[in-house]
Nanobody, 125 residues
Framework: QVHLVDAGGGLVQPGGSLNVSCTTT????????VGWFRQAPGKEVEFVAA????????YYAAFVKGRFVISRDNAKNTLYLQMGNLKPEDTAMYYC??????????????????WGQGTQVTVSS
């Protein structure tokens, strides 16, 4: 079993920066892809970024490329999402997710096996 705990959300002004983290415990050796999704009020869950744990290839949604960076501290089993130049439309609950399958990267939430509880990010002046 794998357990994910999200942390670090908060309120930030437009143009500001914020980092969120996700600590992973349990049978992490079985994981191959870790990533971030988000869900704004009244909207569906959408892919933000993901990273392979072998090879370290990174994937980003078009709307965050150049503004967000995904990284992982392997020693701490912690995944990070560094968010910059935040916009009001980035306001959402952010969830980390982990996938066991090592096949082609998936941008669909249904393909991820484990989820954090979410951390709220609000971008507002």
């Amino acid at each position: 079993q794998v357990h994910l705990v999200d942390a670090g959300g908060g309120l930030v002004q437009p143009g500001g920066s914020l980092n969120v983290s996700c600590t992973t415990t349990g049978s992490t050796d079985n994981l191959n892809i870790v990533g971030w999704f988000r869900q704004a009020p009244g909207k569906e869950v959408e892919f933000v970024a993901a990273k392979r744990l072998i090879g370290y290839t990174e994937y980003y949604a078009a709307f965050v490329k150049g503004r967000f960076v995904i990284s992982r501290d392997n020693a701490k089993n912690t995944l990070y999402l560094q968010m910059g130049n935040l916009k009001p439309e980035d306001t959402a609950m952010y969830y980390c997710a982990a996938r066991v399958s090592a096949s082609a990267i998936s941008y669909a939430a249904r393909d991820y096996d484990y989820w954090g509880q979410g951390t709220q990010v609000t971008v507002s002046s």
